[in-house]
């Protein structure tokens, strides 16, 4: 048999209909928000994601499906592509691409699957799906504003209280700028210098790299030298610090809690100042439900102008699994189950079908080979509300009986009526 491929899964109803509640759910809440949906193709030249999420990353140094390409001639080397890890790079690209700051559309939003070649677990798969946002633009219209940061993080809070998902917590740091990094890496590699012999692998490659990387590491022995390096928030320069103060005041103000984590550096490169991750108490080990921050140079890193922004992405299938609601609860259930009993019955059947689903009904459409028992057993198993009969007597008589399968009772009504009182719902 073959079967679905290591870390990827199918989707099946009755799940799929929390899908897509939180889908239609954050698709209202970007509306209000005047956030214009983006779709961006699943793979792209590899070093998008190399210039943009960084070479020393474990998302691009570990994680990423990429191969070669075939080139036109055989002798052609092609070009290496990759399949998307992740959509904010994706974005900015297309944001350059197509000159998007001449249109104005600078705040997009995106729903589609990303791929990761990590370890799977519970809560964390090959392929996902991110629901995400951007905010862009050239810094004359307010892009760099801590507005922008504050709208898009209370934005996540009230889609999350929106989908009832409680119990939610909001990590907040600032990771500084262009003018401060540098700074920081020479006091975080001066105080890596005389214990980075004790550390793993990877973190000596970084120490030496890319030392803001070493904040990534997830082996346990490397945790007590990693609790004693220096804090970013000891080398923001002023304008980050007021930045940062300005994003808070604008939280509080509005009624979004967080706490401050000044060791949150997020796992890609083009990040700067604000940062933040939602976890959710629910989702073990996995708990980041989503995370993003600003990226002011990242536009410039790949060639385009000026456009500093901000932005997030939710991990759906970790939102879906923190959802209170139940799939049951959620699942669309047939208003009505049309019977056709009794042979010659189903032409009539079809039309009555085609007829309630016109005024927006539900309708299961059953078989005439079904005796009314069996109809009525498929309908009830199907959670139906209402069974409608179509039978010779009823067709002759315009007299259709209409059973409420949850009260049992039945009533003969004319076709005009039937709609109506199918959508009474008694
Ligand atoms: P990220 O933190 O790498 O950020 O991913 C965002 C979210 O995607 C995570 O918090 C998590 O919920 C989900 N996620 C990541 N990897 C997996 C996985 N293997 N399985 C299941 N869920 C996963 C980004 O991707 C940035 N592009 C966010 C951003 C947008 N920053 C600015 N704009």
Redesign the pocket.
């Known amino acids: 048999m073959i079967k679905a491929v290591r870390?990827t899964r199918d989707l099946l109803p009755p799940e799929t209909a929390l899908w897509d509640f939180v889908e239609a759910e954050a698709r209202y809440i970007f509306r209000a928000y005047n956030f214009h949906e983006i779709r961006t193709p699943i793979f792209e030249e590899t070093q998008l994601f190399a210039r943009s999420?960084g070479e020393e990353t474990d998302?691009v140094s570990k994680?990423m499906f990429t191969w070669q390409d075939r080139g036109r001639a055989q002798s052609d080397q092609g070009q290496s592509l990759t399949l998307r890890?992740?959509?904010?790079?994706g974005?900015v690209r297309a944001y350059i691409e197509h000159q998007l700051w001449k249109r104005g559309l600078n705040k997009l939003f995106y729903i589609g699957p990303?791929f990761?070649r990590?370890r799977?677990q519970k809560?964390?798969?090959?392929?996902?799906?991110?629901i995400?946002?951007?905010a862009l633009g050239p810094p004359s219209a307010g892009s760099e504003s801590p507005t922008r940061d504050a709208e898009v993080i209370e934005l996540l809070a009230s889609l999350l209280e929106r989908i009832g998902v409680a119990g939610w917590a909001l990590e907040l740091n600032s990771v500084g700028c262009a003018k401060d990094r540098p700074l920081f890496n020479e006091a975080l590699r001066k105080a890596l210098a005389p214990v980075v012999i004790k550390m793993c692998a990877d973190c000596q490659r970084r120490a030496a790299t890319n030392p803001l990387r070493v904040f990534d590491c997830k082996v346990p022995q490397d945790q007590p030298i990693i609790a004693q390096l220096p804090r970013i928030s000891d080398f923001l320069d002023a304008d980050c610090r007021v930045h940062f103060q300005q994003v808070e005041e604008i939280l509080t103000a509005v009624g979004v809690p967080f706490t401050v984590n000044d060791r949150l550096v997020?796992?890609?490169d083009?990040?700067t100042r604000t940062a933040f991750?939602?976890t959710h108490t629910a989702l073990g080990a996995?708990n980041?439900?989503?995370?993003?921050?600003?990226?002011d140079g990242l536009s410039e890193a790949l060639g385009g102008p000026s456009a500093p922004?901000?932005?997030?992405?939710?991990?759906?299938?970790?939102?879906v699994m923190s959802l209170s609601a139940s799939a049951d609860e959620v699942m669309p259930k047939p208003d009505v189950y049309v019977a056709p009993i009794g042979a010659g019955m189903d032409r009539e059947a079809a039309r009555l079908a085609r007829e309630l689903r016109r005024d927006a009904l539900v309708v299961e459409l059953g078989d005439e080979t079904f005796r009314l028992k069996k109809s009525l057993s498929t309908a009830s198993k199907l959670e139906a509300k209402f069974l409608l009969i179509v039978g010779e007597d009823e067709v002759k008589a315009e007299a259709f009986a209409l059973k409420n399968l949850g009260t049992g009772e039945q009533v003969a009504l004319a076709r005009n009526e039937l709609a109506k009182k199918i959508q009474s719902g008694t």
């Open positions: 870390g999420v998302i994680e890890p992740e959509n904010t790079a974005v990303q990761r990590e799977p809560g964390r798969y090959r392929q996902f799906y991110q995400g946002a951007e997020r796992g890609l083009y990040y991750e939602f996995q980041a439900i989503l995370g993003g921050g600003r990226y922004g901000i932005g997030f992405a939710i991990g759906e299938d970790r939102l």
